[in-house]
Every structure is written in structure tokens, then in C-alpha cells.
């Protein structure tokens, strides 16, 4: 398998050998492709346990071909290699493609936490094989470590390990903690993965040479954000 992705990333292309296959959870991104009509099969993907009541169309494509897959404007491909051994939890909207022979489990979160994150269920991925990743901004990989606390954007987190230690928290002092959005507390071994697309509209706001005094208010007042347009 060859996947190239030039840039700017605004496509991916795909070319599968004679006995390799893929598999696509987004068939539109397909703009294109290249090969016998009969390489190309559609099917309802119905996940069990609490994706059982939800249905999906994924297409499955086999070599000898090759596609296109269009990519969402200001979005980074990532393919990761997942390990026989890959105890990683994905957020599945990340999900673009996998390469036949990856198996996949969902996993149902706390309710505490998916109540606040409205992430019920990470999908564990076991292989080996690839696994292509859209994110928004590029894709960074950062390791845990089980004595020191690493703190992620609820909104960037996009896999980390199964056996983790994971709760919902906030870090650092009073007017730090006013202002940032809700935290994953991570330790443990393992890599986490996460999403570096800005996450501050603040930042474009000062690029685009918002005003100092709304800036400042923005920042120092309770929810000044949500307030304070």
C-alpha cells in the first residue's frame, strides 16, 4: 500500500496492490478511484454494544486500484501504525480509514465523563495494521508518565492508552483554572495523541487585531468569553 499525501493536505491518495484492501468509514471523502468497478464494496457497518442502534456506510476497496479521498478544509492525515499489542482509545471521529486485518472494540466510557465530554464510547483498535487519522491541525504524540499529571484539551484528545489513569480536572492556579475548558489528567505508560489545530479563538481574535480592552475582559472575568463578544 502507497498513501500519499501532498501538500497542502487536501487530498490523500491511496494505491492498493493485488491482494490489500482498506477499509473507508467515509465514502463520500472518495472523489475519485482508479480500478475494476467490483473493487469497490459498500456495506452497512453496524457496531455492537452502544453503537448497536447506529448504522454506517463504509466502503471497502481492493487492489489492484487506487483513490482519492478529499480532506476537510484546514485538516492534517495522520497514518499511525497500530501494534498486535495496541491498547490505544480512539475518539472514531477521527477515523477516516483502516487497513483490512485491524480489529476493532468499543469501549464505554464513565458516565461521568462522557456526560461532560459527550464521548460514550472510544473504539480500541488491535492490529497489525494502519490506521489513517483526520485531525484538525496537525497530529502530536506526547508520553505518559506514572508519577507526573499530563493534562490534555478535552476537545484535542484524540487516543490514549486503555489502562491509563483518566479523570476530568483542571490545573494550575484560580485565574488559570477560571478560563480553560474542562482537562483530561492522564498518567500512566503509553503515548497519548492529540489534535494541535487552535483551540483559543482568542489567539485569532489578536491576529486579526481585536481590541485590547475586550482581549483583557475576555480573559480576566468568569466565562468572559462566552459574555464578551
Known amino acids: 500500500m502507497k498513501i500519499t499525501a501532498p501538500l497542502p493536505q487536501d487530498h490523500v491518495r491511496i494505491e492498493l496492490q493485488e491482494g490489500e484492501a482498506m477499509h473507508v468509514l467515509?465514502?463520500?471523502?472518495?472523489?475519485?478511484?482508479?480500478g475494476s468497478p467490483n473493487h469497490r464494496e459498500d456495506k452497512v457497518m453496524d457496531l455492537s454494544n452502544a453503537y448497536r442502534k447506529k448504522k454506517w456506510v463504509r466502503s471497502k476497496l481492493t487492489g489492484p486500484s487506487e483513490a482519492v479521498l478529499g480532506l476537510p478544509a484546514d485538516c492534517s492525515l495522520t497514518v499511525v501504525d497500530i501494534e498486535a499489542d495496541s491498547d490505544l482509545l480512539f475518539n472514531f471521529r477521527h477515523v477516516l480509514f483502516y487497513t483490512d486485518g485491524l480489529q476493532m472494540k468499543s469501549r464505554i466510557q464513565k458516565i461521568k465523563t462522557a456526560w461532560i465530554t459527550r464521548e460514550w464510547v472510544r473504539m480500541?483498535?488491535?492490529?497489525?495494521?494502519k490506521l489513517g487519522l483526520v485531525t484538525s491541525g496537525a497530529l502530536a504524540s506526547m508520553p505518559l508518565s506514572p508519577d507526573v499529571p499530563t493534562f490534555a484539551e478535552a476537545g484535542s484528545l484524540v487516543a490514549y492508552p486503555e489502562k491509563a489513569s483518566v479523570q476530568?480536572?483542571?490545573y494550575g492556579?484560580?485565574?488559570?483554572?477560571?478560563?480553560m475548558g474542562v482537562q483530561?489528567?492522564?498518567?500512566?505508560?503509553?503515548?497519548?495523541l492529540v489534535q494541535c489545530g487552535a483551540v483559543d479563538n482568542g489567539l485569532s481574535d489578536h491576529l486579526k487585531g481585536d481590541g485590547f480592552v475586550k482581549r483583557l475582559l475576555r480573559e480576566l472575568l468568569p466565562f468572559?468569553?462566552?459574555y464578551i463578544k
Open 173 to 179: 492556579n484560580t485565574l488559570a483554572s477560571q478560563h
Open 184 to 192: 483530561w489528567q492522564l498518567s500512566g505508560s503509553g503515548p497519548i
Open 168 to 170: 476530568l480536572s483542571v
Open 26 to 34: 467515509h465514502p463520500k471523502a472518495i472523489v475519485a478511484f482508479q
Open 224 to 226: 468572559g468569553s462566552v
Open 124 to 129: 480500541r483498535f488491535t492490529g497489525p495494521g
